[in-house]
């Protein structure tokens, strides 16, 4: 199978001519071996612009010499006039053969120049799939450099007798890093983070869909899902469903934050709520307002719930806990005494995203569910993270995405964590991100991170919560236009770009571990670490440790 670059274009969708130039492109790979690359204009970031590689040109093959073969891919009807074959496009109509030399000429003499010196041979072939030409002689083009309809189930074999596979040359290392160079896929960013997302929904959504058709008496189904398996997706298509069905759900998590974005997804007629909201609430609609200047007002809630007996008003058909790695064992009795007799529950729940040390939640008799496939971490990110963890904990990479490399920049002393969290937000914007698409996580919590005074980094204004809600019960940030938060506020959610600062730790121990995995699985695309010199030391150890006792 040949080399593709840019890769991840199996999984994506496309519509028209890039429909057909994808299906071109799956030719490509299987039939031509290993040791040809395919370099290709119909990557999915360029969907929504232009096609090609560059000009008019499609794809181009390079073979282990780094001989490059040019193709132009042509779909539907041409014209055959006195000037050569013609497409027909709405506002005009393109000399096919005076385009693919203009092309050809502008791209081998970039490639002449990148190569310094030498001279790696470029040819051109127009492939038009489904149109036969009828006078090859007056297309314009040599007639052995079409392939048209009559031949096109002969397209490998003749593009390997165009292209041979000849003996590997120094050049071909130049050659690769030109087209890498040409394809330059920055500017299209936005696409990419909408088809990530689009690519994660359909992927993940096989949790959701399985899950809900288990069926058991009574039900209670604990799905233990990684980071990124679609456990969101899931909790969301039950609410769903029991809206639909005249049902009443309830969805309870642990974190205020995640409370607060699925209540924004959730379906009008679902109740939303923390465990603590839960209480607060249930206080409030008995007449009672908790004092939270209390220091003890959780626990005062936690006691209230703990002795509740609800009557009608408080009684759910549907019952969903996430994040049920954060809830205390007694707490699960709280919950299911909300249920009416035949109420359906799911618990939803990842041991690695246990960041506050909480002992597991006893669930006798329930169904199990594991879900180990993250459908939203690029197989890059996971390559790295994979091997901090323990084999039984190794995440399978489900996205199509490769990613980037990790960025890993560190630091001495706190004024070096700034500068290299400045340079982080740099190379993030650098890659092509937004700043809406960028999150800036810190290792620490509000209380103690040397972020929390700070209302802007160099010219960068931050988004940070303000700790107050509004009317409505929606957090309040501050102006700012990048988003900065901490990973225990930010657990739950996820980003395109992710800048995880101010990492610091003596050692590589489990509550370390898990909070380098919550806050590494946030990022969907790029993903750059700022850590201190002495925790980079103990990662680096503990890694050779690992692969020491492997």
Known sequence: MARVHPDGWREFKATGAAAREIETLEI????????????????WTRIQQSHALVGEIDFALVNPAGQVL??????????????????TYPNQEKNVAVQMARSADALRARLYQACQGDK????????????????????????SRIIDARRR??????LRAILPEAEPAAVAAKVHRFLSDELDLVPDVDAAVEQSRLIYTRLAGGLAHWARQIDCQPFRLRVVGTAGSGKTQLALSVLRDAVAAGRRPLYVCYNRPLADHIALLAPDGATVATYHQLGDRILRAGGTTPDFSRADAFRQLEDFLAGYRPGPDWLFDELIVDEGQDFQPAWRDHLIKLLRPEGRAWWLEDPMQNLYGRPPVDLPGWVVLHADTNYRTPRNLL??????????????????????????????NPAELMERT?????????????????????????????????????????????????????????????LIDS?????GRSAPCVLF??????????????????????????????????????????????????
């Not at 790979?29 to 990557?43: F, I, K, N, Q, R």
């Not at 790696?120 to 007639?143: E, F, K, N, Q």
């Not at 990973?487 to 657990?491: G, L, T």
């Not at 571990?513 to 590494?520: C, S, T």
């Open 28 to 43: 490509l790979a299987e039939g031509l071996p290993d040791s040809y690359t395919v370099y290709h204009g119909v990557h």
């Open 70 to 87: 040019l193709i132009e891919q042509k779909s539907g009807f041409l014209e055959e006039t006195a000037e050569g074959l013609v497409k």
């Open 120 to 143: 790696p041979d470029l040819d051109s072939l127009l492939y038009c799939p489904d149109y036969t030409v009828r006078s090859p002689g007056t297309a314009g083009i040599d007639p």
């Open 153 to 158: 189930e002969h397209l490998i074999p003749l």
């Open 383 to 412: 390559g790295y993270l994979n091997p901090l963890l323990r084999p039984e904990r190794a995440i399978a990479a489900g996205s199509p995405l490769a990613g980037s490399e990790v960025d890993i920049l560190t630091y001495a």
């Open 422 to 482: 400045k340079t982080a937000i740099t190379r993030g914007l650098g890659a092509g991100f937004k700043k809406d698409k960028i999150a800036l996580i810190t290792f620490r919590g509000r209380e103690h991170s040397l972020f929390t005074p700070l209302d802007r980094l160099g010219p960068h204004t931050l988004k940070a919560f303000s700790n107050r809600y509004d009317l409505f019960g929606s957090p309040i940030y501050s102006d700012g236009d990048l």
């Open 487 to 491: 990973i225990y506020r930010f657990k």
């Open 501 to 550: 600062t101010e990492i610091d730790f003596e050692a590589a121990d489990e509550p370390t571990l898990r909070k380098l995995f919550v806050g590494m699985t946030r990022a969907s695309m790029k993903l750059v670490l700022v850590i201190h010199e002495r925790a980079a030391r103990a990662l680096l150890q503990y890694r050779q440790d690992r692969q020491e006792t492997a």
